[in-house]
């Protein structure tokens, strides 16, 4: 049976928060430790681009995303784990997808709809406006991305089913064209992912402010989870898991006797700061050992960079022959 690829990328446009650890980090982690798969891990910092961020922070994101991912026990022994922009071959099959890719499939990606359908309803009189080519074309990176390495299955949120499929089109149209050269991949979509909410309890995410950076010192972890928005109910009154954000948070850390405590406890009616402190100091202690190891990590990149550049070289080994072969294909070759 042949093996399985799983890729994971990792856009380089913020500080890693508790909610990517547990939706991604952490299941990426352990499965690096799977000798029966293949991994890619990679940090997405060409599509960092299509967001415009600032180009500090893109390289600031890439370091501390590549420290995250290290200190929480990575094996880059077993996984590939690199940067985007040192695979050239990534942007080379870029190209060539894109002149295999209908713009009729662009139009339908929900990022460049969003973005149309935001500028309408404000009364903008061209729909495009501010609309950069990055943004538009980006499932065509990620396709490169995703199809360059041969990748079978890519692990995704529901609301990102839309990128494989746009892969899986762009492959079949190329391999109508020239031959069965591209592997057509699968999403992998979890259910029982578990997806935190925020303080403001709405969906952890850097848009909203309302994240826990996943390595926020001792003082900082406590400020915020004092900040945890919850309801009015007293102490001594009952009350429900459901919808509490400091019991989601603390059922995605803990082991389930520890959420049947937990459970216990609410329905006893313990008071919200004391289930603050409880949270608190339960994540601090679970963190402590890697957050040590990541603040040693930051504070000498180059132990970072020599992991990417090792991961690089072994991701060459398949993208530099695979490449010459899809451009043997669509007629890029030697005339002697």
Known sequence: MAQDIYLTGITTTGTPHIGNYVGAIRPGIAASKDPSNKNFYFLADYHALAKAEDP??????????????????????NAVFYRQSDIDEILHLTWILTSATAKGLMNRAHSY??????????????????IM???????????????????????????????????????????????????????????DTALLTGLDGRKMSKSYNNIIPLFADEKKLRKLIMKIKTNSQEPGEPKDTEGSTLYDIYKAFATPDEVKDIEKRYADGIAWGEMKEVL??????????????????????????????????????????????????????KLG
């Not at 603040?295 to 010459?324: C, F, N, T, V, W």
């Open 56 to 77: 500090d922070r893109v390289h600031q994101s890439s370091l501390e995303i590549a420290a995250a991912w290290l200190a929480l026990g990575l094996d880059t022994d």
């Open 113 to 130: 709809k969003a973005v149309v359908q935001a500028n309408v309803e404000s009364g903008t009189r061209d729909p495009d406006q501010g």
């Open 133 to 191: 080519m990055a943004l538009y074309s980006y499932p065509i990176l990620m396709a490169a991305d995703i199809l360059m390495f041969k990748s079978t299955k890519i692990p995704v949120g529901r609301d990102q089913k839309q990128h494989v499929e746009m892969t899986r089109d762009i492959a079949q149209r190329f391999n109508h064209r020239y031959g069965d050269i591209l592997v057509i991949p699968e999403a992998v979509i979890s259910d």
């Open 280 to 333: 608190f100091e339960y994540i601090n202690e679970h963190l402590k050992p890697a957050r040590q190891k990541y603040q040693r990590l930051i504070d000498d990149p180059a132990i970072i960079e020599q992991e990417l550049l090792k991961g690089a070289d072994k991701a060459r080994e398949i993208s530099i022959p695979y490449l010459a072969e899809i451009r043997h294909a669509v007629g890029i070759r």
